[in-house]
Every structure is written in structure tokens, then in C-alpha cells.
């Protein structure tokens, strides 16, 4: 059974910085996984792509937050990241863990970010 275990989120003051994680059990290791994500939805929003990265390591990112956020991957423990840096208000969201294995679209529960002085 896949699992994805979001983790790291909270209250942090505008230009302060969080990391994400985001524990993936049961597909083996996450080089079998064919991409993973970050997406986040705020109230009253769609849920949108933050950040994702392929099999090969390939990363992209929204355009808010190029240059702020960064995706990441440790493959010995089967997890992925997601530092945020320069946080802004209209950060604030329910983050969530997004994995495609087989051909499956796998999602965590959320972690919510809030970004508030």
C-alpha cells in the first residue's frame, strides 16, 4: 500500500523559512516512482503545483515561487522536501505530497502552512 506522510508545516512569520517533508512507503524505493510533487491549496483556491521532480532528478517550480522554494529528494530515506524560504502571506495554504507510480496518482493528507505576523 502507498503512503505519503506530510510533515513540517506551522506558523512562521513573513520572510521566515520552512522545509516539508514528505515520508513514500510502499513503492520499494522512490527511483521507482516516475515523479513527485508539491502542491498546495488554499482557501477558496484550486489546489496548484508548488514544485516536482522527475525519476531523473528533473525540477520544476511555479512561478511564484522560483527562487524561494526548492525541491529535494533523499533517496536513502525515502523522502522528499520542500524548502521554503521569503515566505509570504499568500503562501499560506494546506500543502500536499504528490506521487505517480504506476501510472497511479498517489496524495498525502496535507501539512498547513501559515504565514501570518
Known amino acids: 500500500q502507498v503512503q505519503l506522510v506530510e510533515s513540517g508545516g506551522g506558523l512562521v512569520q513573513p520572510g521566515g523559512s520552512l522545509r516539508l517533508s514528505c515520508v513514500v512507503s510502499g513503492t520499494g524505493n522512490i527511483f521507482s516512482i516516475n515523479a513527485m510533487g508539491w502542491y498546495r491549496q488554499a482557501p477558496g483556491k484550486e489546489r496548484e503545483l508548488v514544485a516536482g521532480?522527475?525519476?531523473?532528478?528533473?525540477?520544476n517550480y511555479a512561478d511564484s515561487v522560483k527562487g524561494r522554494f526548492t525541491i529535494s529528494r533523499n533517496i536513502n530515506k525515502n523522502t522528499v522536501y520542500l524548502q521554503m524560504n521569503s515566505l509570504k502571506p499568500e503562501d499560506t495554504a494546506v500543502y500536499y505530497c504528490?506521487?505517480?507510480?504506476?501510472?497511479?496518482?498517489?496524495w498525502g493528507r496535507g501539512t498547513l502552512v501559515t504565514v501570518s505576523s
Open positions: 521532480i522527475t525519476r531523473g532528478g528533473i525540477t
Open positions: 504528490n506521487a505517480n507510480f504506476n501510472d497511479m496518482i498517489y
